[in-house]
Nanobody
């Protein structure tokens, strides 16, 4: 499967961005999708995940209430709406996928089998 993230850029603190991740190569509706981020000098960390149908979601504590993950299975795309951005949200954001027969989500990077190249989000103060 191929994953292509887009939508990153430079934004002022308090602003918003919407990231997109387009998938191809296998039926998208079978995949659990996740967003992760990695800031310079830090390890990759979980941001959000969504189940195959979109009925289940999970968020890291530091983004709850600010970020929203969603998906459009007809467009083979998962989104990450990021509001009230903070300078500490600056990172490369990557999407990941893994097929599942269950309507669950995973938060550990090791649970995902496919990764796309990231998109850089820079939040200025």
């Amino acid at each position: 499967v191929q994953l292509q993230a887009s939508g990153g850029g430079l934004v002022q603190a308090g602003g918003s961005l919407r990231l997109s991740c387009a998938a191809s190569g296998r039926p998208f509706s079978r995949d659990v999708m996740g967003w992760f981020r990695q800031a310079p000098g830090k390890e990759r960390e979980f941001v959000a995940a969504i189940s195959r149908s979109g009925g289940n979601t999970a968020y890291a504590d530091f983004v709850k209430g600010r970020f929203t993950i969603s998906r459009d299975n007809a467009k083979n795309t998962v989104y990450l709406q990021m509001d009230s951005l903070k300078p500490e949200d600056t990172a490369v954001y990557s999407c990941a996928s893994r097929p599942s027969i269950l309507s669950i989500v995973w938060t550990a990077p090791g649970e995902y089998t496919d990764w796309g190249k990231g998109t850089l989000v820079t939040v200025s103060s």
